[in-house]
């Protein structure tokens, strides 16, 4: 039997052109109309407006959206999906802490039994208090040794597949439930989301829009909730995404599906939505580099991801600033990692951005210096993880101020140093890069997904 889960909201959902991102609140005592199945000549309309949509943009363009959506549409299948809300302004390997999720079942293409939790914490402590797991290394040198392991910190793999398997272990352990795959969503989606669908109102009056989501749902989960000495006992402190998310899917439902289907291929491939399935779906995932998955198939390629852990700063990630410089000389490399922490608010405290970096290089890479600020540092650990040498330290920013990572890492011989693989971190913003080759800038920018860079 499945555990009950406290705090729930609870709606009914109806897919609209198949996905589950738009759906229907119905109330529980209304009968849901019966409406006919969708069939192959449903799916060839759609094609057609993307066609027509995309064909207006570029040839390229349309082609790759409408293998996309061919491909979105095989993942739409019946089964059970656990949707997490990654709340990136809290940086986490895959995205960002997990604070809320949601469950939904799809049955003959049509979505039901659509579940919120608020509050991970509840059915964590049930957990934690009868079960121990031993946490990976570096959350024990954060909470200690004593602390098991559970849901709310199993994001912790960099590699999203990975952290998939953890993530599903824990939930089908904690709620004696079983789920067909896993759906995350960054909390920075929701800005894209809002810029098509136009703003919502709060039952007290407040306007939400694009410009403000971010900073209204974290004054209301990190303060205003607790200034009312009731909620203290209910602690609930998330009640805010219980009456914002039913709002947004109604405003979605009004949206043209158009403009949901070319937001919703950017969010994929800026990795502010990824997926996992546990059946034949994934190798659709991974051929489409859907998943967040580590690059480990080209092992002789030059390589670099910087991914960062928010450990005990707050939601103060998304004002951090990063700029990576990476110069390349024949198979020595000399990497400046300078973080800077601008966070600031009138409203509530700032505090350190505590953060725990680790650089994903080529198998075989070897450090030869390590700085911060220009002093000499011991790394953290060095790890062998999916065909890459890992080089992790704590990192932290103080607020309005700088610090500077530098190490020189010398690659292997037989690395190809012709092209550089560069990854992007699942919910990582505000990150510029600057490449160069023997003293030539090569690549200068803000990096908003995996790119392959040519050192010619």
């Known amino acids: 039997m499945r555990k009950q889960i406290d705090n729930i909201y609870r709606t009914s959902v109806s897919p609209n052109f198949g996905l589950p991102i738009t759906v229907r609140i119905q109330h529980p005592h209304q009968e849901a109309k019966k409406k006919p199945a969708r069939g192959s000549f449903f799916w060839f309309k759609l094609l057609i407006i993307l066609v027509i949509f995309f064909g207006s943009i570029t040839t390229t363009f349309y082609h790759k959206a409408i293998a996309s959506t061919i491909d979105l549409v095989k993942l739409y299948d019946d089964g059970k999906y656990l949707m997490l809300f990654q709340n990136n302004t809290e940086l986490r390997p895959t995205g960002g802490f997990i604070g809320s999720f949601a469950t939904f079942e799809i049955n003959h293409k049509k979505i039901k039994n659509f579940l919120v939790e608020t509050n991970i914490y509840h059915q964590d402590n049930e957990f934690k208090s009868a079960n121990f797991v031993a946490q990976p290394k570096v959350l024990q040198q954060w909470l200690g040794e004593g602390n098991s392991w559970s849901l709310h910190d ?273 919910g990582a913003e505000n990150e510029i890069y600057i490449i160069k080759n023997k003293g030539k800038s090569i690549f200068e920018g803000m990096l908003g997904k995996d790119e392959l860079i040519l050192m010619e």
């Open 154 to 426: 199993s994001n912790w793999e960099a590699d999203f597949e990975r952290a998939s398997s953890d993530i599903e272990w824990f939930y089908e352990t904690e709620y004696q439930d079983k789920i067909n795959g896993i759906l995350a969503i960054n909390a920075s989606a929701l800005k894209n989301i809002l810029e098509i669908t136009g703003a919502v109102k709060l039952d007290d009056g407040t306007m939400i829009d694009s410009t403000n989501v971010l900073a209204e749902i974290q004054q209301e989960v990190e303060y205003d909730y607790f200034t009312n000495p009731q909620n203290l006992a209910v602690d609930e402190p998330k009640t805010i995404i219980k009456e914002l998310l039913p709002k947004i899917i109604e405003k979605i439902r009004q949206t043209s599906s158009v403009k949901l289907w070319s937001v919703a291929l950017d969010l994929i491939e800026r990795k502010n939505i990824l997926f996992y399935f546990n059946d034949n779906r994934q190798s659709i995932v991974k051929a489409r580099n859907w998943g967040g998955k580590i690059s480990s198939d080209k092992i002789h390629n030059n390589y670099l991801h910087i991914n960062n852990a928010n450990l005990g700063g707050g939601k103060s990630s998304l004002s951090v600033i990063q700029q990576t410089v990476y110069e390349l000389d024949e198979h020595t490399v000399k990497l400046s990692i300078t973080r800077t922490n601008l966070e600031r608010s009138d409203k509530y405290p700032t505090q350190t951005n505590k953060n725990y970096l680790r650089v994903y290089l080529p198998k075989g890479a070897q450090l030869e210096n390590f700085l911060i600020n220009g002093k000499v540092e011991k790394i953290n650990e060095t790890n062998l993880e999916y065909e890459k040498n890992v080089f992790g330290f704590w990192f932290d920013a103080d607020v309005g101020m700088s610090k500077v990572a530098q190490l020189v890492i010398k690659l292997p011989q037989n690395i190809d140093t012709q092209e550089l693989i560069l990854q992007k971190q699942s």
